[in-house]
């Protein structure tokens, strides 16, 4: 059951540019997250951001929340190199479910 | 360190060979989750566990088991594997459904 739908699918840049990635869902959260995966490596857990939320920050990372809309974004400022990576946005629906992933989005940046 | 460790990190079996990938955490997790992640259609859950003996079904079940008889393994079983479950394996863990995730280094199986 996908809920999580990013794009764009694919994203390159410039080392210093900004990276924005979105996340679109169907039915309504408790919670969305986002994660970073390098190359075929276990994935890391960036930022939790709750209903209740319309935006967090965690050091060069900007989550925006908009509910009504059912979409969330993710702001890399200032990227670099190491930052090219799959990112993912996860939804939680509610008690009694469960955490589901979208299809990510590949993000390279080039020096 | 905290961590969530998986083993074997690559994996090459035959069709019908009965295999199990353990996965273990060492942060006193009740939550441990099983995922395939496959070129085009992301990461889908297989198995969940909400605790020691309680165990459930992710989205795609069919041709796995899992045992939960200790709070830090979490084994998943492939009892006759056959191709379709060549994939990259990852065991996850947190302190609860909706909290966010600590992932294993993955598993890379490939059954031929």
């Known amino acids: 059951s996908q809920q999580g739908e990013e794009d764009p699918q694919a994203l390159s840049i410039q080392e210093g540019e900004n990276a924005t990635m979105n996340c679109s869902y169907k039915t309504s959260i408790n919670n969305l997250q986002w994660y970073r995966q390098n190359s075929g490596r276990g994935l890391v857990h960036l930022i939790l951001i709750r209903s209740n939320e319309r935006e967090k920050h965690s050091g060069r990372l900007r989550v925006t929340l908009d509910t009504s809309k059912k979409s969330s974004s993710l702001l890399i400022t200032a990227s670099r190199a190491a930052d090219t990576a799959s990112y993912f946005c996860a939804t939680f629906p509610g008690a009694g479910t469960a955490l589901i992933f979208g299809k990510g989005t590949t993000l390279s940046v080039s020096s | 360190e905290a961590q969530v460790t998986q083993n074997p990190r690559y994996l090459i079996t035959v069709t019908g060979k009965k295999l199990t990938v353990t996965c273990s955490q060492n942060m006193n997790h009740e939550y441990m989750s099983w995922y395939r992640q496959d070129p085009g259609l992301g990461l889908r859950q297989i198995y969940y566990?909400?605790?020691?003996?309680?165990?459930d079904k992710g989205d795609v079940p069919e041709g796995y088991k899992v045992s939960r008889k200790e709070k830090r393994n979490f084994p998943l079983i492939l009892e006759s594997p056959s191709p379709n479950q060549t994939s990259l394996y990852f065991c996850?863990?947190?302190?609860?459904?909706?909290?966010?995730?600590?992932f294993g280094s993955g598993t890379q199986l490939s059954v031929l």
């Open positions: 996850a863990s947190s302190h609860g459904a909706n909290e966010k995730l600590f």
């Open positions: 566990s909400m605790n020691v003996e309680v165990t």
